[in-house]
């Protein structure tokens, strides 16, 4: 197994206050787990954004700590700045090589269907990730899903069709379906989806009908009652 390996220090700083730090490029973490205290740290974003790129998300990571303290740790969770995609906060989780771990190892799509190529068909992915269990050495950082056996719109690819380390135990169905390929939409389903369909507005609970004018309008049955809207004290 490759080592793969990322540096951390020690992070005193809790709450908004750490806001600085990630503008000096550094992200905020937490290590527990098994046989550690949990601590608060310090990872360069830089340094964490080469090791996914390289190595991906479920690998055994050995976490160095001020040079000193280290751990072989997965990364349990990640958090994502919405607006600008950049990592905000990681969760690291402490294992223990000796003992078997439970995680989700994602799926890699690779080759070519001559389904999807040649007749025009669209690859439907059934799962991106599968959950397994097994010891830290024999965990990989991904499984292949090779598409090229999909030749036709019977084919289909399970979890017992792929090529996995038999060290590695599946948590699921083997025969859960991972990968196939739906053939394309007709001319006549095109033309359906391209119609409208219209209908009465006015028979939509709460919608008012005009009324000629010179009259009031009339009110729905609803829009006549008197309501209040119940919400949830904050506490």
Known sequence: MEEITLKAELRKELGKKVNAGRKSGMIP???????????????????LKRLLKKSGESVIINLTIEGEKKYS??????????????YIHVDFYNVKMDEEIE????????GESRA??????????????????????????????????????DDHIAIKDLKINPAIEIKAELETVVASVAPPRSEEELKELEGKVEEDVTKVEGV??????????????????????????KK
């Open 103 to 110: 995680t989700e190892i994602e799926l890699i799509f690779i």
């Open 73 to 86: 740790v997965l990364i349990n969770e990640m958090q994502e700045n919405p607006v600008s995609g950049d």
């Open 116 to 153: 999807v190529k040649e007749a025009g068909g669209v690859l439907i992915k059934s799962l991106d990730k599968l959950k397994i269990k097994c010891f830290p050495k024999d965990l990989p950082s991904h499984i292949d899903v090779d598409i090229s056996s999909l030749n036709t719109f």
């Open 29 to 47: 973490a937490v290590l527990y787990g098994k046989g550690v205290k949990n601590e608060s740290l310090w990872v360069k974003a830089l340094d």
């Open 208 to 233: 008012v009908k005009e009324a000629p004018e010179g009259e009031a309008p009339a009110e729905s049955a609803e829009a006549s009652k008197t309501t209040k809207s119940e919400k949830p004290e």
